[in-house]
């Protein structure tokens, strides 16, 4: 039986939203997200960034590429710029699946949310097989909880 694969897409913006300057951590979101996630020692298939076009005022470090380098060395890393940047997390997705179609399943989260469980992937799977055996399509919700996300 071939392996289901997992494109994890992550919706990001730099700009310099109202909320998110009340707090100190804005500028290091994306980075914190990446390093956490790499902490989980969890084999993901690929992580796209996608990265809209921002026509505000920007963090400057917010993208730190050449810092990621190596931080998932058994994961595709793609960088997808994104001109639409009024369609948001959602636009940001659908352009990922647009330019990267043949994934089984495709985790999409925002910058400022990370997955929190070293099995997150199996667990994941197991769910969508289950739900999957009736129905064609799946759409799951997440329950934030003491800051760990559980699924179902």
Same mark, same amino acid.
């Given at each position: 039986m071939k392996m289901k694969t997992l494109n994890y897409c992550i919706a990001t913006f730099e700009g310099k939203i109202p909320s998110r300057t009340r707090d100190s951590y804005s500028e290091d979101i994306l980075d914190k997200h990446l390093r956490h996630l790499a902490s989980l020692d969890t084999t993901i298939d690929q992580i796209t960034i996608i990265v809209p076009t921002c026509n505000m005022e920007k963090y400057e470090n917010y993208y730190r590429f050449s810092e990621w380098e190596g931080l998932f060395p058994k994961t595709s890393v793609k960088i997808l710029p994104f001109d639409y940047p009024e369609l948001y997390s959602y636009g940001q997705w659908i352009h +990922?699946?647009? *330019? $990267?179609? *043949? $994934? =089984?399943?495709? $985790? /999409?989260?925002?910058? =400022?949310? /990370? +997955? *929190?469980? @070293?099995? $997150?992937?199996? @667990? &994941?799977?197991?769910? &969508?097989?289950?739900? &999957?055996? @009736?129905? @064609?399509? +799946? /759409?799951?919700? /997440?329950?934030? &909880?003491?800051?760990?996300i559980f699924m179902e």
């Open positions: +990922a699946y647009q *330019n $990267f179609p *043949n $994934f =089984d399943y495709y $985790f /999409v989260i925002e910058d =400022d949310y /990370v +997955a *929190n469980s @070293k099995d $997150f992937k199996e @667990k &994941l799977f197991q769910f &969508l097989n289950r739900i &999957l055996e @009736k129905l @064609k399509m +799946a /759409v799951i919700s /997440v329950l934030l &909880l003491r800051n760990t």
